[in-house]
């Protein structure tokens, strides 16, 4: 299930990073574009961050993370580039 959490991680981190070029660049340059890929793009990031979460609740106690670094791990779903750190900080040496 290790091995699944990392690349939901990295999925999630490549959505959300793709998620705000659209918003950033697309949308200004090609507003038509923008609105016909915004719905899928966003429902398979919102799929990738659910999972990200589900497994992180999963993997927990497994993994035995103190609650500081669960945190860390929760947190960092919502920061742009902060999948990547956690798969590079926390998950590359565990599976």
């Not at 793009?41 to 669960?70: C, E, P």
């Not at 742009?80 to 750190?85: Q, W």
Request: without cysteine; proline residues 3%; charged residues 15%.
């Amino acid at each position: 299930m290790l091995k699944i959490f990392k690349v939901t991680a990295i999925l999630e981190g490549i959505s959300y990073l793709v998620l705000f070029a659209n918003m950033l660049i697309i949308k200004n340059n090609n507003p038509e574009l923008y609105h016909t890929i915004l719905r899928p793009l966003g429902m398979t990031h919102g799929v990738l961050f659910i999972g990200y979460i589900i497994l992180a609740f999963l993997l927990r106690k497994s993994q035995n993370w103190d609650l500081k670094t669960f945190g860390i791990i929760l947190i960092a779903s919502l920061i742009p580039f902060g999948t990547f750190y956690i798969e590079k900080k926390y998950l590359e040496n565990n599976a």
